[in-house]
Structure formats: structure tokens, C-alpha cells
């Protein structure tokens, strides 16, 4: 299944240009062209990285969650060499059926496990040979530790014993950690910038997944310096912060038309929500901002601009979203996009919640986990993970966004950045909820 997809050209003349107060060299932009049909030519990976100190050089455009063998084996036909998946996305058996007709050691697979009750070092051989069962294969490129959501899970005893287990048995390479924020509500609060780095101190990890994107900066920024110190290899996700301002807009629209009563925090909450939503509307009309897989496409070419990042972690659920993708690899940053990138930082990028920013935690009365709501529903409206997103938040038992409509929003009051997080969560709650 061939798609035509264009390529940019990369010359540019200029010295140097300034996206979100970041001087950056000129050789982050392209040349300004439309995107033109290649004469039905597939899109292929044109970049490869090293990965830290593993020395394996990855494609800049790596899989993330897809439940399609054949989306799985198209990307790998285009070059993609980095897989990303875990016990938790259920999608392990896919991507061992789709690589049974490949070099397994031209391919990098990075899995991870999560931090639960049983932190015994039996407990996560167990399931770690579960993953082997599922990929099909001997050997695991990668195991994580699955969102390290404070110092404590960072250095769990049990998982590292049996990481060092699976390595004197040849069946692990390699040990890295993920990074969505921390879920701590209660004082001492630990961001995600400070975990990572506790985790760059303990010298065992040699490679990260966190958030990075154009918007949240300032929160790893950091972190990626230090991992270059130290030779530690850096993926990334979420770096695509746009699609959350279309879905909410959609969503206000929605809840008008429905016309149903409301409670009035619940309505005063939207309201503060909508206020900014407004604001950000009469932004995109006045800087023509409407085209969100643009914006998507320049985001990604952002972050691939550090040179500190090994690859971007994508889902791509279908062959559309593979070749879009692959398609960016190799590319730059145009001088379009970058200025187009910083006017929705100023406009609509004010509605973004950022992963593993934790400001609003502590001060909410009913100690929910912000951070956790906040992610369950990225996977909802980012990742199409509509039914794990919400057995996630089901599994709060009561402990959720549902609150918030009785609340005064105190969580406001803390957000550095002027989000209207009571009026997000409570509309959250109406999507995973289904109330």
C-alpha cells in the first residue's frame, strides 16, 4: 500500500533563529517548500542516532503502541529498528508475530515493567520471561521500569536483582526507566525533572523515556544535558502537546449543545476553562493556526533538533500515521513552523497541562492524582486507548475527577502556568466517565 507522501528541501541561508527563547542553530531549518508527491515513492527513515552508551545507532522515528503486525512490519520494512512497547499495552504477541521475518539483532525491542505490590525479585523474572514469551524472542534489548513515579520505585531492590539475573542469563542487554511524572499529593512532591536526574546519579539506567515537547522545555531540558554527560541514550513521548486544545474546544461545543443541567462549580469551572479556550480561538484565526497535523509534524521535527535525543516514540495504529511519521524522519524545522510553533506556545499552548509538572497535587483537598487523571486522559485522546484509559481511571474507586465539581478549584491557585485545571478535570471526569 503505497502512499504519496512529499519531502522537504534542505537548504537555508540565515545565521541562526529563536523559537520559544531558544537560540537555535541554523541548521534546524529547511528551506520553505510545499509538500509535493514523490511519484507514489514510500516514506523511509533517513536518520539514524546512537543510542547512549549501548553504541546502537536507532532510527530517529521509532514505533510506539500499534496492534497491527502489518502497520508493525511496514515500519520495520521502512527502517524503523527501535520498538517500544510494555506488559501493560497488551500488544507484545503483535510485535513477535510481525518481527518472525527479521534480523531480531538489527532490531532494538525496549519493554518495560511496571512497580506493583510484589516488588520480589522472583515476581519480576516472572513476568519479565512473560515478555520473552510474548515477543518471541531470547533476549530483550531493553527493560524499563515503567514510570518511576518517585525515587523510592526508581530503586526498587527486587527489580534490579532480577535485571542483573537476566543479563548473567544473556537475556537482557540493557536497563532504562520511563518517566510520565510523579504522583506524589502529598508534600514532599517530586517532579519529573527530579527523578530522572536521581535516576542519571544511580548509574544503572542506560536509557530514558520521558516527555519533552516544545511547550514543557524547562522540564527536561535538564535532564537530556545530563544524560549526554553521562552517555545515557534519550527517547521521548508526548512531544506533541497540540491535538489536547482541538479535543477540549470540540468537547465545550459538545456539552453546549447537549444543554444539560449542570452544577454550577462544575459550570463556573468550564466557564474559567472556556475564558482561555476563546482566547486561544480569536489566536488561531489571527496567525491561520488551524491546521493541527502541521503543527504536529513541526513539533516533532522541534525536538529531534536537540541533539541530545536519540528518537521520537510514535504511535501509529494504522498505515496512515506510519508513513505521516516516517515521513518526518530526517527532516528539519522550517522557518514556518518554528514561527508558527511559538505563536501557539503564546496562544492555545496555554491550555496545555504539562506531564510531570506536579505544581497542583499538593494542594488539592481531596489528594487526587492529577498526574494520573491527566495521563489516563492522554491516552484517550492521543493514543486511542479509549478502554484501557478508562478502566484506569475506574480503578481510582471514586478517588477522581468526580470530586472536582464540588471543589472551589484550589488546584488553580498552584499551577504556575494559569491552567484552569478544575475546569480540565471536571470535564475529564465526563470523558472517562461516561457520565
Known amino acids: 500500500m503505497k502512499k504519496m507522501i512529499g519531502r522537504r528541501n534542505f537548504i537555508r541561508n540565515s545565521t541562526l533563529g529563536i523559537i520559544g527563547g531558544t537560540i537555535v542553530d541554523r541548521n534546524l531549518f529547511s528551506k520553505e517548500k510545499e509538500d509535493k508527491d514523490q511519484n507514489g515513492i514510500e516514506p523511509e527513515i533517513k536518520n539514524f542516532r546512537v543510542l547512549g552508551r549501548t553504541g546502537f545507532k536507532i532510527s530517529d522515528i521509532s514505533l510506539g503502541i500499534s496492534h497491527n503486525a502489518q502497520v508493525v512490519r511496514k515500519a520495520i520494512n521502512a527502517g524503523v529498528n527501535y520498538i517500544d512497547t510494555a506488559e501493560s499495552y497488551k500488544n507484545q504477541p503483535v510485535i513477535g508475530e510481525a518481527i518472525k521475518s527479521f534480523d531480531r539483532k538489527k532490531i532494538f525491542i525496549t519493554s518495560k515493567l511496571e512497580i506493583k505490590k510484589d516488588r520480589s525479585e522472583a515476581g519480576f523474572i516472572?513476568?519479565?520471561?512473560k515478555c520473552l514469551k510474548e515477543l518471541g524472542t531470547n533476549y530483550i534489548d531493553c527493560m524499563m521500569i515503567h514510570s518511576a513515579e518517585n525515587i523510592e520505585m526508581l530503586k526498587t531492590?527486587?527489580?534490579?536483582?532480577?535485571?542483573?539475573?537476566?543479563?548473567?542469563?544473556?537475556?537482557?542487554?540493557?536497563?532504562?526507566?520511563?518517566?510520565?511524572?510523579?504522583?506524589w499529593f502529598v508534600a514532599p512532591k517530586i517532579p519529573m525533572a527530579a527523578i530522572l536526574n536521581e535516576a542519571v546519579k544511580d548509574g544503572r539506567f542506560d536509557i530514558f523515556l520521558m516527555a519533552y515537547n516544545f511547550i514543557q522545555e524547562d522540564l527536561g531540558a535538564e535532564v537530556i544535558k545530563n544524560c549526554v554527560k553521562e552517555n545515557i541514550g534519550v527517547t521521548l513521548m508526548k512531544v506533541n502537546p497540540v491535538g489536547k486544545y482541538y479535543v477540549i474546544r470540540d468537547r465545550i461545543k459538545k456539552l453546549e449543545k447537549e444543554g444539560k443541567k449542570v452544577h454550577p462549580l462544575y459550570r463556573k469551572g468550564i466557564g474559567r476553562f472556556k475564558k482561555k479556550a476563546d482566547e486561544a480561538e480569536k489566536f488561531i484565526k489571527k496567525y491561520n493556526l488551524n491546521n493541527p497535523r502541521?503543527?504536529?509534524?513541526?513539533?516533532?521535527?522541534?525536538?529531534?533538533?536537540?541533539?541530545?535525543?536519540?528518537?521520537?516514540?510514535?504511535?501509529?495504529?494504522?498505515?496512515?500515521?506510519?508513513?505521516?511519521?516516517?515521513?518526518?524522519?530526517?527532516?528539519?524545522l522550517t522557518l514556518t513552523e518554528s514561527k508558527t510553533l511559538l505563536r501557539y506556545k503564546e496562544g492555545p499552548g496555554r491550555l496545555y497541562c504539562r506531564h510531570g509538572c506536579n505544581d497542583c497535587e499538593s494542594s488539592c483537598p481531596s489528594g487526587l492524582k492529577i498526574n494520573d487523571i491527566m495521563r489516563y486522559n492522554h491516552y484517550y485522546d492521543a493514543h486511542n486507548r479509549e478502554k484501557y484509559a478508562m478502566k484506569k481511571y475506574l480503578e481510582l474507586n471514586g478517588k477522581d475527577a468526580g470530586l472536582c465539581t464540588e471543589c472551589e478549584g484550589y488546584c488553580e491557585s498552584s499551577c504556575s502556568y494559569g491552567l484552569p485545571v478544575q475546569g480540565i478535570l471536571s470535564m475529564v471526569h465526563k470523558n472517562l466517565s461516561l457520565c
Open 157 to 183: 531492590p527486587g527489580f534490579h536483582s532480577a535485571m542483573d539475573q537476566m543479563k548473567k542469563e544473556g537475556k537482557l542487554k540493557y536497563v532504562g526507566v520511563s518517566n510520565h511524572g510523579s504522583n
Open 294 to 332: 502541521k503543527i504536529r509534524n513541526g513539533a516533532v521535527r522541534y525536538v529531534l533538533g536537540n541533539k541530545g535525543v536519540s528518537s521520537v516514540v510514535c504511535t501509529m495504529q494504522n498505515f496512515d500515521l506510519a508513513d505521516e511519521f516516517i515521513g518526518i524522519s530526517g527532516t528539519k
Open 126 to 129: 516472572k513476568r519479565f520471561n
